[in-house]
């Protein structure tokens, strides 16, 4: 079930993203940047909520609003048994399948490699956290200390946030999530003109206006989560790049072409100084992942005029949605198989008893026709002659299964036999039957 639920929710996860790859040429010319991010937010959002889960209570109301349409549209056959992965439970014994056993083993060892990743770069963060704490100095120049304020109430944000200058700080960054800090070099506060000063406080205090350290956190737990999915790893990247763009568009909001320049000197500035191990760093800030590819598309982005077409982005966003949302409701449910009489449970035409019955099985593989006739059957049966004509015969074809615990299966099929090759053709599963001790 785990297993299932993981794998639906990282399928459904990667088509949006591959929807968006797709997309992104027209998104890039036509979508704002809150729409792209939107739609990363959407494919984390798959990533990490187990959405197949709902689909049975979005059934259950299809149902209950809909009840003359449902008979004729949303009606579901029911469901086959299958005993791949099936667990047997029978007064405080429980006995598991062979298949179980190797699915908790995938499980606990996709929860390890996920704690060794997400600790990997919690404990790498915290020790750029402590190197900026070490160099700490509170900002003596007031006028900054009024610039920082002044930007704080313009774009509206209530939190209380930490403004301090470190010695080892290269560039602007922001970190925490519910206490944030704006770490600024210490040099800035000498150096700093302050035009520049304000382009660069102001694209910190909206990565915390839009919570951007939360989602970068999300992300990262995407990729701990999916480390098996290459997309996890592009979902993170693109989050970091695309959360950057939408700050630098924030930022030149109402500039001209003279500071959208002054900008994007100011961004290769600050990408120059950058440290260089910071891939996976939980800070933001105006250099975050300032390698060369994505400082290109940054600045690119600030250059590039739009002609936003709303109702197409609304649209496309339907259609991206759809489409993880329908990959989520493929997922079916394990079926549960409720206690009838004694020691016997059934769910639909399928009977599995848990003692042992006394049922003769003279062959592994037999055939028995509506007179009782007993025919061996071999595997050489199983293959239809094609230069026989075919006369055949109703009865039920039997096959016994014997288990690594010791029990047994005996699987019956509604069949026919040819009277002419033998030929066994095999139709669909009638009953089965499970026994803990093999009695046969």
Known sequence: MFRNILFMMSLSGSVIMILYVLFYPLAQRYFPLIWRYRILKIAMFFYLIPVAECKYYVLKLLKALFPALWDKIFAMKPSSFDLT???????GLIQLSPNIYMMFFMIVLCMLISSVI??????????????????????????????????QKELNIKKQIRFICSEYCRSPVTSGVIFPTVWFPAYYEREMDKKAFRYMIKHEL???KRNDILV????????????????????YHELSAIGEM?????VLQDKGEVGRREYGELLIQAASRKAPDNSYSLFVGIADKG????????????????????????VSMIIICMA????????????????????????????????????????????IDDAGEICEIKESNLSERATCSHEYINGIYKKHTKNSSGGCTVIEYDAQICALCGFVKVGDEKNIH????CPH
């Not at 939408?246 to 924030?250: P, S």
């Open 434 to 437: 499970i026994y803990k001790e």
């Open 291 to 314: 390698h060369q590819r994505t400082m290109k598309r940054r600045i690119m982005e600030m250059r590039n005029i739009r002609k936003n077409k709303m109702i197409f982005s609304i």
């Open 324 to 367: 993880g949302g329908l990959t989520a409701f493929a997922y079916e449910a394990p079926n549960i198989v409720t206690s009838q009489k004694d020691n016997t449970f059934s769910f639909d035409d399928i009977i599995i008893v848990g003692d042992t019955v006394n049922e003769s099985m003279p062959y592994d593989q037999y055939f």
């Open 85 to 91: 992965y099936s667990i047997y439970i029978e007064n």
């Open 206 to 208: 909206l990565h915390i």
């Open 216 to 235: 970068k956190y999300l992300g990262l737990l995407v990729v701990a989560i999916h480390w098996f999915n290459p997309l996890s790893y592009f979902l």
């Open 118 to 151: 997400y600790s990997r770069f919690f404990v790498q963060n915290q020790k750029f956290k402590k190197l900026y704490i070490v160099g700490e100095n509170k900002i003596e120049n007031t006028e900054l200390q009024e610039i920082f304020l002044e930007i």
């Open 246 to 250: 939408y700050c630098d568009n924030g």
